[in-house]
């Protein structure tokens, strides 16, 4: 069976950080794209950071670049958002999963499976 296991969310004051994990199983993480995407309240799901598994080469949104870092340890089949300088605006929900292209970037379009995803809201 398929699936996503997302962990570490929670409550963040502004500036804070979180380390998500996502435990994948059912299939080898190390031969897909994976990806970080968020969804926050009236807005569409939007990507927030990718990376291909064939040359490590990242796909980080704007509003992320130089405080999310995406990582992956294979040997453990799980992968990681690292997120610091938390602001507000990052409250969403934070949903980990593959893709099977990076053509249009890191795009939701790509995406085939969600796992059920883990809360972050920053707030003082």
């Known amino acids: 069976q398929v699936q996503f296991v997302e962990s570490g969310g929670g409550l963040v004051q502004p500036g804070g950080s979180l380390r998500l994990s996502c435990a994948a199983s059912?299939?080898?993480?190390?031969?897909?794209?994976i990806g970080w995407f968020r969804q926050a309240p009236g807005k569409e799901r939007e990507g927030v950071s990718c990376?291909?598994?064939?040359?490590?080469?990242?796909f980080d949104a704007d509003s992320v670049k130089g405080r999310f870092t995406i990582s992956r340890d294979n040997a453990k089949n799980t992968m990681f958002l690292q997120m610091n300088s938390l602001k507000p605006e990052d409250t969403a929900i934070y949903y980990c999963?593959?893709?099977?292209?990076?053509?249009?970037?890191?795009?939701?379009?790509?995406?085939?499976?969600w796992g059920p995803g883990t809360q972050v809201t920053v707030s003082s």
């Open positions: 999963t593959t893709l099977w292209t990076l053509d249009y970037g890191c795009d939701p379009k790509a995406v085939g499976f």
């Open positions: 059912g299939f080898t993480l190390d031969t897909y794209h």
């Open positions: 990376i291909s598994n064939s040359d490590s080469s990242t």
